[in-house]
């Protein structure tokens, strides 16, 4: 089996006779090699595209050269979460000269080992995760199967996984003390699934921020979610029901903070008139929500980009100690925040 030979009867020696350079330039322009001056891969890439060749990814494999494809492992593609990081992901993707294999944790019967296992005798060189809830057993399937993998949005408190992730306790601190500063005392928290790293420190930032201010932690305001928006339509009911409501309701993420404002509205409550509403993750229906949504903005598309950037670099230099690399978030005001009236 060979890439030489395809089934419409083209190869690579038409190739390079259509382009003029030698079979093994063709070569290694389909290898994505780097020694190739940008000119010649342009009319090999033109010549190919002519005659209608297509390389053969296996053949090629089989031939000692490389597939130029990159695994990405999510729970699926239903939030805009996970759409953010994907687009960057892909966009990084098509910078470098690789193509995305996309694999799901959904509707799968094999074992988690297992599965990875099938993952890693697939085509790809390597696999990016953007994956919640990622046991010690799965890190420790992963590190056994000697394969290139990056978590995205989620590190390994052992420090044996390169990952890149937010600032989540910051994020989750300056907005709670923006809420603080604008008067408002009886703040709602809604977490995110419990278990979880973000989770954890969005919670613990919201949590400091109260008790650098001489304000109580109250357990009656911290309600448990799992991201979804119905969950923060949910908690927040619970939240309006309070003897004492809160003034302010802070979400562990958008897709909760629009939720939140959804159970606000269908009690006839003004947003921020009678309850301010912040979320975190600037997703793009933060800015199309009225009013629009104050929130933290995670730099969701980078974050997928240097995820890229860190696998290509591990399988280039697979000697290299893995590492965490945390990215800045920031603090967006839009509309559904306001200062307390105390007048």
């Known amino acids: 089996m060979s890439e030489k030979k395809l089934s419409s009867g083209i190869t690579i020696y038409d190739v390079a006779r259509e382009a003029g350079v030698s079979d093994a330039t063709v070569s290694r322009v389909f290898n994505n090699k780097n020694n190739v001056r940008a000119a010649t891969r342009e009319k090999v890439l033109a010549a190919a595209k002519k005659l209608g060749y297509v390389a053969n990814i296996q053949a090629r494999i089989l031939a000692g050269g490389k597939s130029n494809i990159i695994g990405l492992l999510v729970p699926g593609l239903d939030t805009t979460y996970i759409g953010e990081i994907v687009r960057g992901i892909d966009l990084e993707l098509t910078r470098a000269g690789y193509e995305l294999m996309l694999y799901t944790t959904r509707q799968r019967t094999s074992s988690q080992a297992n599965y990875l296992q099938y993952i890693a005798n697939s085509l ?142 269908d009690k006839g409550l003004d947003i921020p008139g009678d309850v301010s509403v912040i979320g975190f993750d600037d997703i793009p229906q933060a800015m199309t929500t009225h009013p629009k949504l104050t929130t933290v903005r995670q730099p969701l598309e980078q974050m997928g980009r240097v995820g890229v950037k ?34």
């Open 124 to 265: 790809s060189e390597g696999l990016l995760l953007v994956v919640p809830l990622l046991s010690s057993d799965y890190l420790k399937a992963l590190d056994n199967l000697n394969y290139p993998y990056v978590l995205i949005d989620e590190f390994d408190e052992s420090g044996n996984s390169f990952s890149v992730d937010a600032t989540n306790w910051q994020g989750a601190y300056e907005a709670t003390r923006y809420l603080i500063s604008s008067g408002h005392e009886r703040i709602g928290f809604i977490t995110g699934i419990p278990g979880l790293n973000s989770s954890k420190e969005r919670l613990s930032g919201y949590r400091t921020a109260l008790e650098d201010s001489d304000l109580p932690v109250l357990p009656e305001l911290i309600q448990q979610g799992d991201y979804s928006q119905q969950s923060g339509y949910d908690n927040a009911n619970n939240l309006l029901q309070l003897p004492q409501p809160p003034t302010a309701i802070f979400a562990s993420n958008d897709s909760m903070a629009l939720g939140v404002m959804d159970a606000i509205r």
């Open 310 to 343: 860190l696998l290509l670099e591990q399988i280039q230099h697979p000697e290299r100690p893995p590492g965490r690399m945390t990215l800045a978030t920031q603090l967006i005001i839009r509309d559904s925040c306001q200062p307390i009236d105390r007048t």
